[in-house]
């Protein structure tokens, strides 16, 4: 059923508001609101952008009475990445079972986010997730509080007090790493980071600082590449780490999809891996098994956290729409450490040590 023409959103803003500054009618933005695809998509850019300047958004209290379904938006950016892919899986197995329907939106860039926003909620979402590295956003976590949409954000480093969460211990996790290569004798360590605005990437980074200072060892600014989480990235990491007359033992990257880069290029200098070097992750993404050799890394539990994610969300949304508070809620699971071919070759399909919580 469309939305009535007189609905006034929570922001204050009417539909009429929106038509006035998209300079269309107000059944059009009813029509976009709801997703009709009977729309141009320039019109439904205009509309989108109009909500967003308003912060408009479909009375929750008047959806509720009219639609059955629960609305569970996905706002992602990098969808290459291995990790979005495993998140997905998850989501979409949880969404099934609790009667949730996923609706997903792309958010490039900053400038974008907002009118993503506005699309999630013109087509039915009643709470969005945020994995990274948009969990992390601060002007769209604003944004949506601002709104009163119910948000979970999924593995950012350092959640905020007033939006759910959930993640695990990225610092912790790090030092397990960097513990383990130590206590396998490695002295020259060197580092791939990810990406410096997702918190996560400067906990991992943190981790590795601190272990190197705990045992003594000095890190020398040629053993420190940047990176941005992406495969590619790692590749030029690698060349810089890599490209010296002077090699670590062993290369720590802050996550697989950089990792595999990293073998990638060693493969290229004819260096055997682990033979000549150590190569560690973390995340533990489909990536990590599928190069040869599989790779020794910090298991991220995607899948659980995308469900758990999920319930949480959904749980928000039923409490909203009976009239009740919505409480941000921070779930921390435990990471395990799986160590594998690309750290010892006697260590294929083991699995070191038990599932360590932050």
Same mark, same amino acid.
């Given at each position: 059923?469309?939305?009535?023409?007189?609905?006034?959103?929570?922001?204050?803003?009417?539909?009429?508001?929106?038509?006035?500054?998209?300079?269309?009618?107000?059944?059009?933005?009813?029509?976009?609101? &709801?997703? &009709?695809?009977? @729309?141009?998509?320039?019109?439904?850019?205009?509309?989108?952008? !109009?909500?967003?300047?308003? &912060?408009?958004?479909?009375?929750?209290?008047?959806?509720?009475?009219?639609?059955?379904?629960?609305?569970?938006?996905?706002?992602?950016?990098? =969808?290459?990445?291995?990790?979005?892919?495993?998140?997905?899986?998850?989501?979409?197995?949880?969404?099934?079972?609790?009667?949730?329907?996923?609706?997903?939106?792309?958010?490039?860039?900053?400038?974008?986010?907002?009118?993503?926003?506005?699309?999630?909620?013109? &087509?039915?979402?009643?709470?969005?997730?945020? =994995?990274?590295? +948009?969990?992390?956003?601060?002007?769209?976590?604003?944004?949506?509080?601002?709104?009163?949409?119910?948000?979970?954000?999924?593995?950012?480093?350092?959640? +905020?007090?007033?939006?759910?969460?959930?993640?695990?211990?990225?610092?912790?996790?790090?030092? !397990?790493?960097?513990?383990?290569?130590?206590?396998?004798?490695?002295?020259?360590?060197?580092?791939?980071?990810?990406?410096?605005?997702?918190?996560?990437?400067?906990?991992?980074?943190? *981790?590795?600082?601190?272990?190197?200072?705990?045992?003594?060892?000095? @890190?020398? =600014?040629?053993?420190?590449?940047?990176?941005?989480?992406?495969?590619?990235?790692?590749?030029?990491?690698?060349?810089?780490?890599?490209?010296?007359?002077?090699?670590?033992? !062993?290369?720590?990257?802050?996550?697989?999809?950089?990792?595999?880069?990293?073998?990638?290029?060693?493969?290229? +200098?004819?260096?055997? @891996?682990?033979?000549?070097?150590?190569?560690?992750?973390?995340?533990?993404?489909?990536? *990590?098994?599928?190069?040869?050799?599989?790779?020794?890394?910090?298991?991220?539990?995607?899948?659980?956290?995308?469900? !758990?994610?999920?319930?949480?969300?959904?749980?928000?949304?039923?409490?909203?729409?009976?009239?009740?508070?919505?409480?941000?809620?921070?779930?921390?699971?435990?990471?395990?450490?799986?160590?594998?071919?690309?750290?010892?070759?006697?260590? *294929?399909?083991?699995?070191?040590?038990?599932?360590?919580?932050?």
């Amino acid at each position: 059923m469309p939305v009535k023409q007189t609905d006034r959103s929570q922001t204050g803003a009417t539909i009429y508001d929106v038509a006035r500054i998209a300079g269309v009618s107000a059944m059009t933005v009813s029509r976009v609101m &709801n997703g &009709n695809t009977h @729309v141009s998509e320039a019109t439904r850019d205009k509309v989108t952008a !109009a909500a967003a300047s308003l &912060n408009y958004q479909v009375n929750f209290a008047a959806r509720a009475a009219r639609v059955g379904t629960l609305g569970v938006g996905l706002l992602y950016s990098n =969808p290459s990445s291995a990790y979005l892919s495993a998140f997905l899986v998850g989501a979409m197995e949880q969404c099934s079972q609790s009667g949730g329907q996923l609706i997903l939106e792309r958010c490039d860039d900053m400038r974008s986010q907002r009118s993503a926003i506005a699309r999630l909620i013109a &087509n039915g979402a009643d709470g969005i997730l945020v =994995p990274p590295p +948009l969990c992390d956003s601060k002007s769209a976590l604003k944004q949506l509080d601002q709104i009163g949409m119910p948000t979970v954000a999924i593995a950012t480093g350092r959640p +905020l007090a007033g939006v759910s969460a959930v993640r695990i211990d990225d610092y912790e996790g790090a030092m !397990a790493m960097m513990r383990y290569l130590l206590g396998l004798g490695h002295t020259d360590i060197a580092f791939v980071q990810g990406d410096p605005l997702h918190t996560p990437a400067q906990l991992r980074y943190q *981790a590795y600082l601190d272990a190197m200072e705990q045992a003594g060892l000095k @890190v020398a =600014p040629e053993r420190v590449a940047p990176g941005l989480f992406t495969y590619r990235s790692g590749l030029s990491a690698a060349r810089q780490l890599l490209g010296r007359k002077s090699r670590p033992s !062993a290369i720590f990257a802050a996550n697989d999809d950089m990792a595999a880069a990293v073998i990638a290029v060693a493969h290229g +200098l004819h260096l055997q @891996v682990p033979e000549d070097l150590v190569v560690c992750g973390f995340d533990d993404t489909p990536v *990590a098994t599928t190069v040869w050799p599989e790779l020794t890394t910090i298991h991220q539990p995607i899948g659980d956290m995308a469900r !758990a994610a999920v319930d949480l969300l959904i749980e928000q949304i039923r409490r909203r729409r009976a009239g009740g508070p919505v409480v941000a809620q921070h779930k921390l699971l435990p990471f395990t450490l799986i160590a594998r071919e690309s750290s010892d070759p006697a260590a *294929a399909g083991a699995q070191d040590g038990d599932a360590l919580t932050g």
